[in-house]
């Protein structure tokens, strides 16, 4: 049962656009929400999180937007530069903890 | 950021053998560290959590036996492959927490299992 799904296997985009990367899950219990990056043979980096208390948070390019009702989470990045190219993980945890669930990745493109 | 690291980033190894893979927190100590698995194109899986000083917590399905797991010292927890097999081949990523309030976690670079 993935609890935190990533429907796009795959995104590209061109320089200088925005990137989406949508994630959605299942357990309400879920209440605090990241973004990884990750390179190949590479773990991954933390990029951006947001508490179930908001809705949006902002760190420079990096955006990250919740919608409680739907269950449902995105990642903005604008503008978009080649050296975003990376698969990025939607990661959930819930009651404090720091078990992770992590959802299934989305490689993105960025092109030239 | 802080570091942890892991060594060895790959290793290869013959069926029936052994391999362990260290986990340290370089700058920081960690009480608690968790060990993932990816297999390709797929999630990160956490297998188990790492406590120092007592016996990690393994998740449903992940043989504790086969995937030996001790944190020896508040820099390192250790994660063990016993007889290792094919199916066994896999990229192996730790993590560690940092002991602040907000318990952030920060990612190993991973050790790639190729089990001949």
């Known amino acids: 049962d993935q609890q935190v799904k990533q429907n796009s296997p795959s995104l590209s985009v061109q320089e200088g656009r925005i990137s989406i990367l949508n994630c959605d899950y299942t357990?309400?219990?879920?209440?605090?929400f990241l973004w990884y990056k990750k390179y190949p043979a590479e773990g991954p980096t933390f990029l951006i999180s947001i508490s179930s208390i908001k809705d949006k948070n902002e760190d420079g390019r990096f955006t990250v937007f919740l919608n409680k009702s739907a269950k449902h989470l995105s990642l903005h990045i604008v503008p978009s530069q080649p050296g975003d190219s990376a698969v990025y993980f939607c990661a959930a945890s819930a009651g404090g903890g720091n078990k992770l669930t992590f959802g299934t990745g989305t490689q993105l493109k960025v092109e030239l | 950021g802080a570091v942890v690291s892991q060594h060895p980033s790959w290793v290869i190894c013959k069926s029936g053998t052994s391999v362990k893979i260290e986990c340290r927190s370089l700058d920081f100590q960690a009480t608690t560290m968790f060990w993932y698995r990816q297999f390709p194109k797929q999630s990160l899986m956490l297998m188990a959590t790492s406590n120092e000083g007592s016996k990690a917590t393994y998740e449903q399905g992940v043989e504790k036996d086969k995937f030996l797991i001790n944190h020896a010292s508040l820099t390192l927890s250790t994660l063990t492959v016993t007889s290792a097999h094919p199916e066994d081949s896999s990229f192996y990523i730790c993590?560690?927490?940092?002991?602040?309030?907000?318990?952030?976690?920060?990612f190993g670079e991973g050790s790639r299992l190729t089990v001949l």
């Open positions: 993590s560690a927490m940092k002991p602040t309030e907000a318990g952030e976690l920060f």
């Open positions: 357990n309400s219990m879920f209440d605090y």
